[in-house]
């Protein structure tokens, strides 16, 4: 089985533009969550999606936003780019089927800089 | 406010002996832990995992325990190999945390290195 996908791997942006960054999960998962990762702060929850619906929302400000389409593959979008955005985005699926606790399984991430 | 805490952010062991992590958490709703282990520039890789109605889980060389009462887990690797350095995080989770499926709160990591 392919594992979690995300692609770009790596982005350069300018602060003040807008970015959308992609993942999609291990065939037959179908919940998808992201994550913010810096030194600082470590890994950080932003948002999880389940067949389609927003799920959960971390504590991020409303420029970071996603979706998840009929395939499972989820996208992420961030806007107004600020320089603290810069970070590894990491993207985990789990074969949650809204019963129970599973493992999530993480994608190897984009490393995002914003300069 | 740290619901799931790593205290050590450090820990160098010597190959063959034993390495043990901590972690700690505040959240007493958590039911459901993990380890997972990470190296530069890649995603977490999922170890092992513990739920709440369990005290050990076994898979290997890692063995993780959990004490509910102490809201304390700690992750066993025996022996360690110098393969095993990387960071390592704990994670914590509630299926009905935030009244939805439940998200992982990650601690900040313990970076474990191996000596040969």
């Known amino acids: 089985k392919a594992g979690v996908t995300q692609t770009p791997r790596y982005l350069i942006k300018t602060r003040g533009q807008q970015v959308t960054l992609s993942c999609s999960p291990i065939?037959?998962?179908?919940?998808v969550s992201w994550y913010q990762q810096t030194p600082g702060q470590g890994l950080q929850f932003l948002f999880e999606?389940?067949?389609?619906?927003?799920?959960n929302k971390g504590n991020f400000p409303g420029r970071f936003s996603g979706r998840q389409f009929s395939n499972s593959r989820s996208e992420m979008n961030v806007s107004t780019l600020e320089l603290g955005d810069s970070a590894l985005y990491l993207c985990?699926?789990?074969?949650?089927?809204?019963?129970?606790?599973?493992?999530?399984?993480f994608g190897q991430g984009t490393r995002l800089t914003v300069v | 406010d740290q619901q799931v805490k790593q205290n050590s952010p450090s820990l160098s062991v010597q190959e063959g002996r034993i390495s043990i992590l901590n972690c700690d958490y505040t959240?007493?709703?958590?039911?459901?832990f993990l380890w997972y282990k990470k190296y530069p520039a890649e995603g977490p890789t999922f170890l092992i995992s513990?739920?709440?109605?369990?005290d050990k889980n076994e898979d290997g060389r890692f063995t993780v325990f959990l004490n509910k009462s102490a809201k304390h887990l700690s992750l066993h690797i025996v022996p360690s190999q110098p393969g095993d350095s990387a960071v390592y995080f704990c994670?914590?989770?509630?299926?009905?945390?935030?009244?939805?499926?439940?998200?992982?709160?990650f601690g900040k990591g313990t970076k474990l290195s191996v000596k040969p």
């Open positions: 959240n007493s709703m958590f039911d459901y």
């Open positions: 994670a914590a989770s509630n299926y009905n945390y935030g009244g939805s499926q439940g998200n992982l709160i």
């Open positions: 513990i739920s709440s109605i369990k």
């Open positions: 999606y389940f067949s389609e619906t927003q799920r």
């Open positions: 065939s037959g998962h179908r919940s």
């Open positions: 985990a699926s789990s074969p949650r089927t809204g019963v129970g606790n599973t493992e999530a399984f």
